[in-house]
């Protein structure tokens, strides 16, 4: 279905949730294909690798339902892609891609995103539907000291880096609509927009994967999102999943 239309989706909001992420997942049965869950404030929100995301009212806190999405592993991709080009190219905005999912703004973290996937098998085991949700956060309007008193020294919003307020609906809504027009575009582009976006390649990067550290040049990321890279060891490919990565003197960015 082409979506070029709001009424093209369900979106709705709420003055305050846990998480939508959470939200979605409660009532996954209930909501149709492409329902966006937005929430003004979010008290328990959730980051990956099981870490908690703060977002108040200056945070944009949505996440997208997608049910039997052609190819939902490359949603994750499709988003990051989505949110970098949106704020690019509508707001004026410069900002990359940390692999995987990470958008950055002037070497800081402005927005995180975590896709959840399930599949539902019916009680015959004959037919099975996949759901996705794609949780996008993305500090809009939250002053520096947000994050210094949430202990978050990578973390920034676009009020903080560029001091003007920005309409978290309208963000939200261009976001949904490139995300639906890159879902019917040619993968193979979308991962050409994703390697030109990424800062993470070209660079000696550190893992972090549960407290171990590996060294490695990132040389290219591959046809599934995951990042070729090389060593001493010889070139190994790296699923993101379960790692962190830092720069060699353990920068974030
Ligand atoms: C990350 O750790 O970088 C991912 C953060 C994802 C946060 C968003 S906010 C909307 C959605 N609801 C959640 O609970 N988490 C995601």
């Known amino acids: 279905m082409d979506r070029n239309n709001l009424q093209d989706f369900s979106i709705i909001n709420f003055p305050s949730l846990l998480s939508t992420n959470t939200y979605v997942k409660q009532h996954i049965d209930e909501l149709q294909d492409f329902t966006v869950v937005t929430a003004d404030v979010q008290t328990g929100g959730r980051g990956r690798l099981g870490n908690k995301w703060i977002a108040d009212i200056g945070a944009l806190s949505m996440s997208v339902l997608l049910k039997n999405a052609d190819n ?16 690019q190219e509508q707001f004026g905005v410069s900002a990359f891609i940390k692999w995987t999912n990470d958008i950055i703004c002037e070497k800081s973290k402005i927005c995180g995103i975590l ?9 015959d085991g004959k ?22 008193s949430g ?6 919003s676009l009020y903080s880096l560029y001091g003007k307020k920005y309409d978290k609906n309208a963000i939200m809504v261009a ?33 972090i994967r549960n407290g171990e550290e590996i060294t490695a040049f ?11 890279c090389q060593n001493d060891d010889g ?12 720069g060699l003197n353990g920068e974030y960015v």
């Not at 939902?72 to 704020?87: E, F, G, H, M, Y």
């Not at 575009?185 to 994703?194: G, Q």
């Not at 990132?218 to 070729?228: F, H, P, V």
């Open 72 to 87: 939902p592993q490359n949603i994750t991709i499709i988003s990051a892609v989505a949110v970098c080009l949106v704020l």
């Open 115 to 123: 896709c959840e996937s399930s599949i539902k098998c019916s009680s």
């Open 127 to 148: 037919t099975a539907q996949s759901y996705i949700i794609c949780g996008i956060g993305l500090n809009v309007n939250q002053n520096k000291d947000f994050f210094v």
């Open 151 to 156: 202990g978050l020294p990578n973390g920034s």
């Open 175 to 207: 976001i949904i609509k490139k995300i639906s027009e890159l879902m019917k575009d040619d993968f193979s582009e979308v991962l050409f927009l994703y390697k030109k976006l990424c800062i993470t390649t070209g660079k000696w990067v550190k893992f």
């Open 218 to 228: 990132a040389k290219d990321i591959d046809e599934n999102g995951c990042l070729i």
């Open 235 to 246: 070139e190994f490919v790296v699923n993101s999943g379960v790692v962190r990565v830092r």
